[in-house]
C-alpha cells in the first residue's frame, strides 16, 4: 500500500499577473491532519481548488494511493472520495438543510426523490459525528455554525475519505471552534485523512500532524508539528518575526463620541427582539469590545448602529447629533467607519475592481471628481498608497476584480479604505478574520494607534484572545442584553466564559455606571 493517501507533486498554477502555485509538492498520510498555513494569498486555497478539481494546473502530477489521477472538476474528486468544506460556504439559502446536504447526490428510485430514505441518513450521519442540525430548517435561518456543520454532513453523506477544510474556524465561537477540533480528530481516528487550511496557530498546534507553510506560492517547508513552536511557524510563514502579543499602553478617554440608550432591534429570524434596550457609550480614545457567544444579538446590535436594520425603540447619537432614523450614508457622513462582519454582502462589490472598492463611499469628495466626472488618475494614486501600505496582494493591482482575490486580502481591503476615512468612530466587527498572523499584528497595531490619536473604537470580536488584549472595556452580550461590563485587566477567560454563557451577570445598577 502506498505511503500517501494523496501526493500533488511540483503542482504549478497561474493566474493573469501571478503564479498562485509555484512548484508546490504536498503528501498526505492516511489518517493524518495535514495544516496547510500561509500568509493571504500564499496559494493555500487555490492548492486545494486544485485539489478538488475547480482549477486546472498548468503542470505537476496528482497520486490517489499511489496511482496517478486527473481530476477535471468537482464530479471527479468526489468519485475518489475528496471532499471540501470551502470558507466561503457553498449553499443555497433558500433551500432547507436537508436539500442542501443530498444536493447533487440524491437518491431516487424509478426516478422519484427517496427523500425519506436520505433524511434517515443524515439524521444517522449527525447522530454518530455529533452534528446536531435542524434538517428542515432553511439555510437562511440558521448561525454560520450551523451552516458549516451542513457543509461537513456534505462530505460524509458522500462518503468521503479526504477531507478538506477551508479556514473553517474563521466565522465560528471558540466553543463551536473547540467542538470542530474534537469532530476533526473523531475523522482521523476513524482513518479520515484530513488537509486543515488555518491562519490560527493554537489550532494548528492543538490539532494538527504535520504543517507543511506555504509562502507567496512557493512551499517553504513540511514540518512535524510537535517539533516547532508557534513563533517558528510564524517566521517561516511571514518570513520575519512576529509580535503575538499586542503592545499599548493604558487608554485615557475623552469625551463621548457614541451614545446609545435603550436600543432595541427586532429579530428577523423570531418574534423576539435580538437586541433588548441596549445602553452604552464609547469615548473618544478608548476601545470598547462588544463579546459574546455568537447569535446574541451583536450582530442585529451593529446593523442597528450602521442603519443596515431599523431599531424599533431606543436612541443613537454620533458626535452629539441623533441619528436614530438616519440612513446608512448619513451616518457615514456624520462620522462612522464600519467594517462589516460580512465582507461579501456589506463591504465590498465584487463585481468592481480593487480601486473602485476602495473609493467607494469617497468617489464624491473633490479629491476625486471634478463637475460629477471622476478623476482616475487620483484614484489610481489612492488605490496604490493603501495597497502599498496595506499589503493588499492581488494579481493585477489596482485593476484586480475583487472577486478574484483571496479572502483575507478582501479583509484587508475593507480595513485599509475604513481606516483611511479618518472618522471619529470605528465600528469594528471581527476585523481580522480570515487574516494571517503578520496582518493580524498589523491591524492591531493599526487600531491602537487610532484609539491613541483619539478615535473612539467599537469592537465586535469572537476571538477571546483578541478581546482581553485589545480592548480597554469589555460589554458582554447575551440574549439581547449587555450581562456585564469588564476590565480586560481584572478579568480573565474563564470568568468572561461565564457572562458569555448567561452563568454570570452583573445587576442594572452596576451596567449603567
Known amino acids: 500500500m502506498a505511503e500517501y493517501v494523496i501526493e500533488m507533486n511540483h503542482i504549478r498554477k497561474e493566474f493573469p499577473g501571478i503564479v498562485a502555485n509555484d512548484d508546490i509538492t504536498l503528501q498526505l498520510k492516511k489518517g493524518e491532519i495535514h495544516a496547510l498555513l500561509g500568509e493571504n494569498g500564499a496559494g493555500k486555497s487555490t492548492l486545494m481548488s486544485v485539489l478538488f478539481g475547480l482549477y486546472q ?26 471532499g471540501m468544506v470551502h470558507q466561503h460556504f457553498q449553499l443555497i ?42 434538517v428542515d430548517a432553511k439555510v437562511e435561518d440558521i448561525t454560520v455554525g450551523m451552516q458549516q456543520r451542513v457543509e461537513i454532513l456534505k462530505m460524509l453523506y458522500r462518503d468521503n475519505e479526504i477531507l478538506i477544510f477551508d479556514e473553517p474556524t474563521a466565522v465560528l465561537t471558540p466553543q463551536e471552534i473547540e467542538e470542530l477540533m474534537e469532530t476533526m480528530r ?4 476513524e482513518g479520515k485523512s484530513i488537509l486543515f487550511i488555518t491562519h ?23 514540518v512535524n508539528t510537535k517539533d516547532v513552536t508557534k513563533q517558528e511557524l510564524s517566521t517561516m510563514m511571514v518570513g520575519r518575526p512576529v509580535q503575538l502579543e499586542i503592545d499599548k499602553t493604558k487608554a485615557v478617554p475623552g469625551e463621548t463620541v457614541l451614545s446609545v440608550r435603550d436600543l432595541t432591534v427586532p429579530s428577523k429570524i423570531h418574534h423576539n427582539d435580538a437586541v433588548r434596550g441596549v445602553s452604552f457609550a464609547v469615548r473618544k480614545g478608548e476601545i470598547v469590545c462588544i463579546a459574546g457567544i455568537d447569535g446574541n444579538g451583536q450582530t442585529e446590535l451593529v446593523y442597528g448602529l450602521t442603519g443596515l436594520e431599523k431599531a424599533s425603540g431606543g436612541a443613537v447619537e454620533l458626535c452629539g447629533k441623533d441619528i436614530s432614523h438616519a440612513s446608512i450614508r448619513e451616518r457615514s457622513l456624520t462620522g462612522m467607519s464600519h467594517i462589516p462582519e460580512d465582507r461579501h454582502k456589506h463591504g465590498l462589490v465584487l463585481a468592481y475592481t480593487l480601486e473602485q472598492n476602495l473609493v467607494l463611499q469617497r468617489f464624491r469628495e473633490e479629491q476625486f471628481q471634478q463637475h460629477g466626472f471622476i478623476k482616475f488618475n487620483e484614484v489610481r494614486k489612492y488605490a496604490d498608497r493603501l495597497i502599498e501600505e496595506y499589503d493588499i496582494r492581488s494579481g493585477q493591482g489596482p485593476v484586480t476584480v475583487a472577486r478574484s482575490m483571496s479572502g483575507g486580502n478582501q479583509q484587508k481591503a475593507i480595513i485599509a479604505r475604513e481606516l483611511d476615512r479618518n472618522e471619529p468612530l470605528i465600528v469594528a466587527v471581527q476585523p481580522t478574520r480570515g487574516l494571517d498572523v503578520g496582518a493580524i499584528e498589523h491591524i492591531h497595531k493599526q487600531l491602537v494607534a487610532e484609539r491613541d490619536a483619539g478615535k473612539a473604537i467599537l469592537l465586535v470580536s469572537l476571538e477571546l484572545d483578541e478581546v482581553m488584549s485589545l480592548s480597554d ?8 442584553q449587555i450581562v456585564g461590563e469588564l476590565d480586560p485587566e481584572k478579568t480573565d477567560a474563564n470568568e468572561l466564559g461565564l457572562y458569555m454563557s448567561g452563568a454570570k451577570r452583573q445587576d442594572k445598577e452596576v451596567q449603567a455606571k
Open 57 to 82: 494546473p498548468e503542470a505537476g502530477t496528482i497520486l490517489k494511493d499511489g496511482k496517478e489521477v486527473r481530476i477535471k472538476n468537482p464530479n471527479d474528486a468526489t468519485a475518489l472520495g475528496i
Open 93 to 134: 439559502d433558500v433551500f432547507s438543510v436537508l436539500d442542501n446536504i443530498i444536493l447533487g447526490a440524491e437518491t431516487t428510485k424509478l426516478g422519484f426523490l427517496q427523500k425519506k430514505e436520505a433524511r434517515r441518513r443524515v439524521l444517522e450521519l449527525s447522530e454518530k459525528y455529533g452534528l446536531k442540525v435542524d
Open 186 to 189: 473523531g475523522f482521523a481516528r
Open 200 to 222: 490560527k496557530l493554537n489550532e494548528i498546534m492543538a490539532v494538527s500532524d504535520r504543517v507543511t507553510v506555504l509562502q507567496k506560492g512557493k512551499c517553504i517547508g513540511t
Open 473 to 480: 472595556r469589555i460589554l458582554v452580550m447575551y440574549e439581547g
